[in-house]
């Protein structure tokens, strides 16, 4: 196991979408308890890069401004991932003025019909709201936060990524792409229902449009975040930069394997409320070398992101 570069913590999963392949919406609808975040981030103080999202929407916290504000002030590159349904001018001047780095905005199709059925909000809206934080952002002189798009792939959105790309440069954002695919792993499948089962491509297919993906993001100069998740390069130990550089805290405060690693109820790090980092980070160990067994609520080698690696 290599030195940990990133921590994502999960601020809530609380969430104002019902996208329809979303396990979030079958938790307790909790926020995390602001102590829990100060632990995680006076416990990694050495680590560079925190994400601050989950199964939720975390501008939804009422604290998330505080959390920003938190890692920010010991130096830490922060980002997160939101729906950009809550983007009000007091909200994206609160953004503005915490130096968040980057937020990537949810999204599978540029389509107000095929957005709507997915995601349950306004695609208008969202060009709105992403048009108006870049417009504040101009106002106040900030090079930062950049917006970039997290595209989730379904089989009915598969040939619109070009058009997201597109839509992309169109809107003159800056923080890049970065896409994946329905998760395949049990945990999630016990929720998709048939709306979402028919919606999970085979691994051939995915290989394809991986192939296809990269070539159209390069063609247009367009950055590629997918699965760089560390922003950097790493020892391919367990060959996961999760396993290897990564952990996951939830909204309980436990740290997990990595942001895929739902139940905690079965296996976890430790509690970082509880137990002291350095006992966290010993069973962290154990697990990458092998001392304890993969438990079978989440085997690595079924992951998509295992084996791409």
């Known amino acids: 196991m290599g030195k940990i570069k990133f921590v994502q913590i999960e601020p809530t999963t609380r969430c104002n979408y019902k996208c329809v392949f979303c396990c979030?919406?079958?938790?307790?609808?909790v926020d995390m308890d602001f102590q829990i975040f100060k632990k995680v981030a006076d416990s990694y103080q050495d680590v560079e890069k925190f994400q601050i999202q989950g199964e939720g929407e975390p501008l939804l916290h009422p604290q998330f401004l505080d959390m920003v504000k938190y890692a920010k002030d010991m130096g830490k590159t922060v980002q997160t991932i939101s729906n950009g349904s809550l983007f009000t001018r007091d909200r994206i001047i609160g953004l503005l003025e915490s130096k968040i780095d980057t937020i990537y905005i949810s999204i599978e199709a540029p389509d107000d019909k095929m957005f709507r059925e997915i995601r349950g909000g306004s695609y208008e809206k969202l060009i709105s709201n992403i048009k108006l934080f870049l417009e504040l952002r101009e106002q106040y002189q900030l090079q930062k936060p950049v917006l970039g798009f997290a595209v989730t792939i379904m089989k009915s959105t598969k040939g619109m990524?070009?058009?997201?790309?597109?839509?992309?440069?169109?809107?003159?954002?800056?923080?890049g792409i970065t896409y994946h695919f329905l998760n395949k792993l049990p945990f999630y499948i016990r929720y998709y229902g048939d709306k979402v089962?028919?919606?999970?491509?085979?691994?051939?297919?995915?290989k394809l449009l991986i192939h296809e993906n990269d070539r159209l993001l390069a063609q247009k100069q367009v950055i590629d975040l997918s699965d760089h998740t560390t922003g950097e390069d790493y020892d391919n130990v367990g060959n996961c930069a999760w396993l290897d550089h990564g952990i996951y805290v939830n909204v309980r405060g436990n740290a997990m394997r990595c942001a895929f690693d739902k139940e905690d109820n079965e296996f976890t790090y430790g509690n970082v409320m509880t137990e002291p980092v350095e006992a966290v980070e010993a069973r962290k160990s154990q697990f990458v070398n092998g001392a304890i067994p993969q438990p079978a609520?989440?085997?690595?080698?079924k992951c998509h992101v295992f084996r791409r690696k």
């Open 24 to 29: 979030g919406r079958y938790f307790d609808q």
């Open 197 to 206: 089962d028919n919606q999970l491509l085979s691994r051939a297919e995915t």
């Open 161 to 175: 990524f070009e058009e997201i790309i597109d839509l992309y440069q169109s809107l003159h954002m800056d923080g």
């Open 297 to 301: 609520t989440l085997n690595c080698e």
